[in-house]
């Protein structure tokens, strides 16, 4: 048996068209098809792989221990990222973990989900 790589990351969210604007705005990803599930929601993809899977419900999910502090994606284009991040009003910390070379940025959905876009460009 082994781990291959990373398929997706289910989030609920009572904030759904706010999400999907954000997800596609500020990530570029693209909303794209999604089974005719019981529940409404939206899958979001990059590339051909969704790797985001909105839940729609009623009230906003509390908190509850233990949960994910974070979800990463890797990037191209730092500079460039920055710059559409300042555009789009998105506030970001940008970090490194020493001795990786790898440049994190991170950001919050609208829910306050955190995510990091890692970049590995100097």
């Known amino acids: 048996m082994e781990i291959r790589g990373f398929d997706h990351v289910n989030v609920r969210t009572a904030n759904l068209e706010a999400m999907v604007r954000w997800y596609e705005e500020v990530l570029g990803l693209r909303a794209g098809l999604r089974p005719a599930f019981s529940f409404g929601g939206a899958w979001l993809y990059c590339g051909d792989q969704a790797i985001v899977h909105l ?62 876009v890692d970049f590995r460009e100097g």
């Open 55 to 116: 839940v729609k419900v009623a009230e906003p999910p509390r908190a509850i221990e233990p949960r994910i502090e974070h979800f990463a994606l890797k990037g191209r284009g730092l500079a460039e990222f920055l710059r559409h991040l300042e555009a789009k009003g998105v506030a970001y910390e940008l970090g490194s973990p020493p001795g990786s070379g790898i440049t994190q940025v991170n950001i919050h959905d609208p829910d306050g989900n955190h995510i990091h």
